[in-house]
């Protein structure tokens, strides 16, 4: 991840960044460090504070930021794009789940739309699909594969 390196970029404290984030300095500290994982909606505000996409924050591409990035995830379409997504693999949820080592009735709520994927899982979605976790959490519309973000480009 490259949290630490986001803040230090726009010369900001952690204390500055935990209370934007609403969150005690020692929390974040532990996100940056790697010692925690930041959970799915803080990472989204920290993207939206540093107008950064969610997968450079995560390291996943050198790219700040695609056109059309949308500030906020679309819930809906992030778990029809989990689901599409699977069935175009033509992976069943259990498999998923032995993948990602979770329970299949997570993979059902996340699909479903119930539960908002955790960054964790994220993270994992897009090392086993090898697609934008931007694209994954509804923010781009552009399917981005993790070869495409390697292109020292714009999108």
């Known amino acids: 991840m490259r949290l630490k390196d986001i803040r230090e970029e726009s010369e900001l ?7 934007l984030l609403d969150v005690a300095r020692g929390t974040y500290s532990l996100w940056e460090l790697e010692l925690d994982i930041i ?17 450079y924050a995560l390291g996943f591409t050198n790219i700040k930021n ?4 949308r500030s ?6 992030s778990s029809k794009r989990l689901k599409d997504l699977r069935k175009q693999k033509k992976y069943t949820q259990e498999y998923i789940a032995k993948e990602l080592d979770i329970n299949r009735s997570l ?11 955790s960054t964790t899982f994220l993270i994992e979605y897009v090392k086993l699909f090898k697609v934008s976790s931007d694209y994954l959490l509804g923010k781009i519309d552009k399917i981005i594969t993790i070869e495409e973000k390697a292109k020292e480009k714009e999108y």
Do not use: A
């Open 13 to 19: 404290k952690q204390f500055t960044v935990s209370q």
């Open 66 to 69: 695609y056109k059309g990035n």
């Open 39 to 55: 959970p799915i909606k803080r990472l989204i505000e920290f993207c939206k504070i540093f107008n950064c996409s969610v997968d």
């Open 72 to 77: 906020k995830i679309n819930i809906n379409l």
């Open 107 to 117: 993979i059902s709520k996340y699909e479903k739309g119930h539960t908002i994927i």
